[in-house]
């Protein structure tokens, strides 16, 4: 489809003969001859670039990229500037406003189709980037512990390998205390901690590729610090670089949480498309959780990033589960059933169920629940080629469609 440019100009004349020049290209022309027409037209049909004179009555050009660049869906318009002012000062002003290209007139035919070529090859390069690098990011969290964060954690990235045949990443957040590399009886060779001395700056994919563990079921691992001294080393900034680089790299990241707000946890936080909210059916877990929901509220955290998971971790009766519902106020869609042999094996001998075991209950249940999990648009259609996890949760789910019928 032909790109959509927007051209602004007080000057009639100069508006027929930039569209001409621009139709050539094959390019779609809207026109307009103030500023205020050109908002209301941009923002009716946001263009894919706009051209834009300096000299108008009522707004200036440089008026009209200012208010466009502070519009959500018009700030990331590629712009530029066409004047027959041409000085330092001018151009200074017009990257200000938050231009991207400036051109003088009277412009070359030639120049300008060069400058938007240029221009719409960057959008798309971006907007390609953007396609292809999708990261979804699971955060599993609690306010309290001892609730089962990194036994689901864990689970849920290997899951996702497993799922979907293409490594994830589980980063333990739990920088003083986290263990997620021995849930997976990983030798702890490096960690997060080998990261704290290096710059923010410096930091690449390479250097993330050499420090994460890596498991035989192809899941990697970013394992807490040994040390709590080298854990208060990983910065806020550290933690938001580290997570650009793995979302850019790998289609699944799982964080695993402390129980705490403190910076970093709050970049990982901020990052999640999901936040998995896990509690027990007691009252210090059910008053933590709702505590949580609160900060998250005051957040700004959209209510369907979160997602309550119940997890009835002792044998002795614990409060119902409807009970625990009308306190917080939210549904608990997923209750995970009291398992704890299973599940204090797994944790002793660093083998998850849902590899070591997948043939269990406890094992096709967090099959599923990898599954309910995963980024949605890949839950639409069947894989190329599809793995045993993937074919074992689809012939459960065809069995109870079957039932239900």
């Not at 001018?90 to 938050?98: E, P, Y």
């Not at 060069?114 to 306010?143: D, F, G, N, P, Q």
């Not at 997060?192 to 899941?219: F, K, N």
């Not at 009970?323 to 998850?352: F, M, N, Q």
Request: aromatic letters at 6%; charged letters at 25%.
């Amino acid at each position: 489809m032909a790109a959509h440019i927007l051209i602004v100009d007080d000057n009639e004349l100069n508006l027929k003969l930039a569209t001409k020049v621009l139709e050539r290209d094959g390019y779609q022309i809207s026109t307009a001859l103030n500023g205020f027409q050109a908002l209301a037209l941009a923002t009716d049909s946001p263009p894919d670039l706009a051209i834009l004179d300096v000299m108008m009555p009522d707004m200036d050009g440089y008026e009209l990229c200012a208010r466009m660049r502070e519009n959500p869906s018009l700030k990331s318009i590629p712009v530029i500037i066409l004047t027959a002012l041409s000085s330092v000062d001018d151009r200074l002003k017009a990257f200000d406003a938050g231009a991207d290209d400036f051109l003088s007139k009277p412009f070359a035919p030639a120049e300008l189709q060069a400058r938007v070529k240029v221009l719409l090859r960057h959008l798309e390069a971006r907007a390609e980037k953007t396609e292809i690098h999708k990261a979804h990011k699971v955060a599993v969290y609690s306010l309290r512990g001892g609730v089962g964060v990194s036994t689901l954690a864990t689970n849920l990235a290997a899951g996702m390998t497993q799922l979907w045949g293409k490594e994830s990443v589980l980063v333990d957040m739990a920088l003083v205390n986290g263990q997620s590399a021995l849930m997976l009886d990983l030798p702890i060779r490096n960690t997060w901690g080998d990261l704290a001395p290096i710059p923010t700056e410096e930091m690449d994919t390479e250097l993330l590729e050499q420090v994460m563990l890596r498991h035989s079921s192809g899941t990697r691992v970013l394992a807490a610090p040994r040390s709590a001294i080298n854990a208060d080393l990983i910065t806020e900034e550290k933690a938001v670089r580290v997570i650009e680089l793995l979302e850019a790299r790998y289609p699944y990241l799982i964080f695993d949480l402390p129980h705490d707000f403190s910076p970093t946890t709050l970049a990982a936080l901020d990052a999640a498309d999901k936040i998995l909210m896990m509690l027990s059916p007691e009252m210090a877990s059910v008053r933590s959780a709702g505590m949580a929901l609160s900060v998250f509220e005051e957040l700004g955290y959209p209510e369907e990033k979160i997602e309550l998971v119940l997890n009835w971790n002792f044998q002795s009766q614990g409060l119902p589960r409807g009970e625990i519902e009308t306190a917080l106020k939210r549904k608990l869609p997923i209750v995970i059933p009291y398992v704890a042999d299973a599940i204090v094996s797994a944790i002793t001998i660093g083998k998850p169920p849902i590899l070591n075991a997948p043939e269990t209950a406890l094992g096709a249940l967090l099959e599923d629940l990898v599954y309910y999990w995963s980024e949605p648009e890949q839950k639409k259609k069947k894989p190329e080629n599809p793995t045993e996890a993937w074919q074992r949760v689809a012939e459960r789910a065809r069995k109870r469609a079957k039932a239900a019928s």
